[in-house]
């Protein structure tokens, strides 16, 4: 797998029913005990109550839900390797991330069942991403995910144009939105396919005045749309050296805005977003325990000694590492596969 993949930062979920702040993993409510669920088809991790005519289904009290019902996956209530939702009217047990599990540890070797549960919480994250972005993610298919990306970009760009055409009607002058201008051209990375998968989204919403190419990079070859072979510029050429230059341009951006968030997100602590506790505070409290996991073993006391924390602060940074740490990875029995809390 490349280095460079982007995972997309989680979204805060909150329980529907009390309020308290839940984590991507969590299979109940902290706070209330309440029983949660992913649901795919929103990207929320919301709570469900029982439907009272059957024993396996359940509702989603939100909105958005619009009174939808859900079962659980079949290993979140046989195994707890899982907590997202199937719809109802799904005739496959298994939610969509479980669908894509090949291979499964061995259940009957010790540590293997916290193993299973640590690749899936791994691989849910991974398609939560491909979700958040509207990316297929039932195998790879390219020229879908050429077709989501093109079509999301253009879209915007009708919605805008149709938007500037009645402004600049009701008020002569103004000056238009960034999206409501068409790009001169668009180089699509890819070969035929990919080409005709763009072209496809530009005929869909009637775009006209937009040009469209592809450059494939083996042999670096430009396709054209309706043609059944590629034009294939000499080496030496101004105008492929330009496509070239357009082409590598987007993948440094890509690459490196992907980078900085991975890299953010991984300089994150468990000590981030506690009130009243700024960066001097954090440094201190390190130094004194030398790591987040001895800090979350301590006593309220002993946190409150440290110079500058107070037993009000240590009482808050107690009980927020301590539901962090029941959010992030449950206990698990290797024998009968309970998840313990």
Known sequence: MSSDVFVAPMKVFH??????????????????????AFLPDLLVLGSLDPVE??????????????????????????AQVCNWSVDADDDNPLCRSCRLTRVIPDQGVEGNQLAWYRLEVAKRRLLYTLLSLHLPIEGQDDTAAMYEVVHRRFLRYADERARGAAQEEAEPGTERRRFAYPPNLVVVDGGLPQVNAAKSVLDEL????????????????????????????????????????VRDEAHRFAITFHRQRRSKAMTTSDLDGIPGLGEVRRKALLRVFGSVKRLRAASVEEIAAVQGIGPVLADTIATRLARDSSAAVPAVNVTTGEVLD
């Open 206 to 245: 009637g775009i006209e005045d937009v040009s469209l190419v592809g450059l494939a990079k083996r042999l670096e070859e430009v396709w054209v749309p309706g043609q059944n072979f590629p034009l294939i510029l000499p080496r030496t050429s101004e105008g492929l050296y330009l496509l070239q230059r």
């Open 53 to 78: 005519t059957s024993d396996l289904l359940w509702r989603s009290p939100l909105p958005a839900a619009a009174g939808r019902t859900y079962r659980l996956c079949a290993n979140y209530r046989d």
């Open 15 to 36: 329980c529907d029913h009390c309020g308290s702040l839940v984590f991507f993993e969590n299979t109940h409510c902290v706070s209330c005990g309440h029983l949660l």
